[in-house]
């Protein structure tokens, strides 16, 4: 079956400094990943998504991603914390095998991070 | 383009009742996903429509069901309410339309129906 976790419940980070949100999932086959942020209130907000090629993804607000496949891991990740960036991130996987999978997306948990200035 | 719309963006219900929430996609695209998001559960997949069918489905009980108009507009319905459907109800557009289903398309999402049951 597949399976997306998110170890964190909560990553704390002060401002400026880089931070991590880490995903590993389970799928068999080649999976397609995304990371999407969710702020209160509001609908999720596609971030960037692993389909095929290089295995560093770069997406919207400067974040990025790494795929590894030897780990399963898909981390989502940036260079210099915002406060704004303060805010519930979701990782999704997609069986890409079969017409049945297309518009299933299997979510982690989430996990909140928090930028302190 | 305009994002994908929900109506209404809350709801109060008693138990027993039903409800239909709406979702309107971004133009042009004909794949709709609903999904319920609840503190303990997370975001769950409930269903997909394209092109009016349902292609997939969650494990949901049969008092969850969908629909998908010739305008790709979508609705779905609860029947039967129960206070554990209390949750965030999100709906999600993409193109979906390739023969494959255009899996690796990203999905947009709309701001949610959130509903309450008492």
């Known amino acids: 079956a597949q399976s997306v976790a998110q170890p964190e419940d909560q990553v704390n980070v002060a401002e400026g400094n880089p931070l991590t949100v880490k995903c590993t999932y389970s799928v068999s086959g080649n999976p397609y990943l995304f990371w999407y942020v969710q702020y209160p209130n509001r609908g999720l907000q596609f971030l960037l998504k692993?389909?095929?090629?290089?295995?560093l993804v770069k997406g919207s607000y400067g974040f990025e991603a790494e795929f590894n496949k030897s780990q399963t891991s898909f981390h989502l990740k940036k260079p210099s914390a915002l406060v704004s960036d303060s805010a519930l991130y979701f990782c999704?996987?997609?069986?890409?095998?079969?017409?049945?999978?297309?518009?299933?997306?299997?979510f982690g948990q989430g996990t909140t991070l928090q930028v302190k200035p | 383009k305009a994002g994908v719309t929900q109506t209404p963006r809350y709801l109060i219900k008693t138990r027993g009742q039903q409800v239909t929430l709406s979702c309107s996609p971004i133009?042009?695209?004909?794949?709709v996903s609903w999904y319920q998001q609840t503190p303990g559960q997370g975001l769950q997949f409930l269903f997909e429509y394209f092109s009016e069918t349902q292609r997939n489905k969650g494990n949901f009980p049969g008092r969850f069901s969908g629909r998908q108009f010739s305008n790709s507009r979508s609705e779905m319905n609860v029947s039967t309410l129960e206070l554990g459907d209390s949750a965030l109800y999100l709906c999600?557009?993409?193109?979906?339309?390739?023969?494959?289903?255009?899996?690796?398309?990203?999905?947009?999402f709309g701001p949610g129906t959130r509903l309450t049951v008492l």
């Open positions: 999600a557009s993409s193109p979906g339309n390739s023969a494959s289903g255009g899996s690796y398309n990203e999905q947009f």
């Open positions: 133009s042009g695209h004909r794949s």
């Open positions: 692993y389909i095929t090629g290089d295995n």
């Open positions: 999704a996987v997609r069986d890409p095998r079969g017409s049945s999978n297309t518009g299933k997306l299997i």
